[in-house]
């Protein structure tokens, strides 16, 4: 089992900056990968961006790709997803995920295994 907890959501004015936090605990040695996705009202779940634990190999949405970045503290078992130029097409309940498996899909949330509770991001415009 992994137990995923998401903090640092908020309220933010367009073209602002947020940083989330997943904190990882349990089986964190069993962790091939982590993700980020996000859900809007009356949407479906979408990628928003991953990182291979080891590697440290990073993947991303088109639709955040130079805005959003993906990284990890080892040694804290945390990701962080720092968000800069907010949009408020950016609006939406973003989760954590995790997969234990190597290889895999990266964009699709039925390939993650453990899921946080998710931590809601609101940009205004």
């Known amino acids: 089992q992994v137990q995923l907890v998401e903090s640092g959501g908020g309220l933010v004015q367009a073209g602002g900056s947020l940083r989330l936090s997943c904190a990882a605990s349990g089986r964190t040695f069993s962790v091939y990968r982590m993700g980020w996705f996000r859900q809007a009202p009356g949407k479906e779940r979408e990628f928003v961006a991953a990182i291979n634990w080891s590697s440290g190999v990073t993947y991303y949405a088109d639709s955040v790709k130079g805005r959003f970045t993906i990284s990890r503290d080892n040694a804290k078992n945390t990701v962080y997803l720092q968000m800069n130029s907010l949009k408020p097409e950016d609006t939406a309940v973003y989760y954590c995920?995790?997969?234990?498996?190597?290889?895999?899909?990266?964009?699709?949330?039925?390939?993650?295994?453990?899921w946080g509770q998710g931590t809601q991001v609101t940009v205004s415009s």
């Open positions: 995920a995790a997969r234990l498996r190597p290889a895999g899909l990266v964009r699709e949330y039925g390939s993650y295994d453990y």
